[in-house]
């Protein structure tokens, strides 16, 4: 009985580990965004080059996806996908981009950009007019 407890829990870790290795593919809202963001000290950081602030609650991703406190990122710069919040214009979530990520163009940098051009969902693509 130990043994084919022992043989499974073995089995498992050959089988879980390959699959926590691959990098899990991000899907981003029609409404993200793409810019830099300086953090300097939460809620007041830099988008773009102008002041702007973290909305109460916003919910900020690492390049793992997990949620990050602002005050790990205060004093970098990042490239980010980022939503805004429709009544306050707060940054409600933002998401560290991956290299891979960084390297899909072209992304909407404003918000008349995103309304002119077409977003793929399924290959998480943009394409110009």
């Known amino acids: 009985m130990d043994r084919c407890r022992a043989l499974f829990t073995a089995l498992m870790i050959v089988i879980a580990v390959p699959a926590c290795a691959q990098e899990l593919a991000r899907e981003f809202p ?16 830099e988008l773009n080059g102008a ?9 900020l991703h690492g390049t793992d996806n997990l949620l990050v406190l602002p005050t790990t990122l205060t004093g970098s710069k990042r490239t980010v996908h980022y939503t805004i919040e429709d009544t ?19 992304w909407p940098k404003t918000v008349e ?12 693509t943009w394409t110009k007019p």
């Open 113 to 124: 950009e995103r309304q002119a051009w077409n977003f793929n969902s399924a290959t998480q």
């Open 30 to 45: 029609l409404t993200a965004l793409r810019g830099v963001v300086s953090f300097s000290g939460p809620p007041a950081v």
């Open 51 to 59: 002041p702007a602030l973290l909305a109460p609650g916003a919910r």
């Open 88 to 106: 306050t214009g707060m940054i409600k979530e933002l998401w560290v981009l991956r290299e891979s990520e960084r390297a899909v163009k072209p």
